[in-house]
């Protein structure tokens, strides 16, 4: 049984950090681009990082550029989405997804063999 659990979420002040972790079990980790992407409430979700499968090559989407960082450790099977300078518009839920591609900017739901539950980010201005 494939499982993609989300953890780290919360609520924070602007301008705070929050780190994102997703645990992975049942897919074959390295096998996956991996990616983060978040639905605020009354939106579609929304792309906002991926990686690679080695994790040599990491995208991100503008409105996250230089403040976020995606990572993953392929020995452990863990995703990660290290979070700086939030912002209230940053408010959404987190959701990490495995693509069956090669990563990229603005991976398309549809190369999404797996999704995580999602984990609440709020934060406050």
């Known amino acids: 049984q494939v499982q993609l659990v989300e953890s780290g979420g919360g609520l924070v002040q602007a301008g705070d950090s929050l780190r994102l972790s997703c645990a992975t079990s049942?897919?074959?980790?390295?096998?996956?681009?991996m990616c983060w992407f978040r639905q605020a409430p009354g939106k579609e979700r929304e792309y906002v990082a991926s990686?690679?499968?080695?994790?040599?090559?990491?995208y991100y989407a503008d409105p996250v550029k230089e403040r976020f960082t995606i990572s993953r450790d392929n020995a452990e099977d863990m995703l990660y989405l290290q979070m700086h300078n939030l912002r209230p518009e940053d408010t959404a839920v987190y959701y990490c997804?495995?693509?069956?591609?090669?990563?990229?900017?603005?991976?398309?739901?549809?190369?999404?063999?797996?999704w995580g539950q999602g984990t609440q980010v709020t934060v406050s201005s």
């Open positions: 049942g897919v074959t980790f390295g096998s996956y681009a």
């Open positions: 997804a495995a693509d069956r591609g090669r990563g990229g900017y603005n991976v398309p739901t549809y190369r999404i063999d797996y």
């Open positions: 990686i690679d499968r080695s994790g040599s090559f990491t």
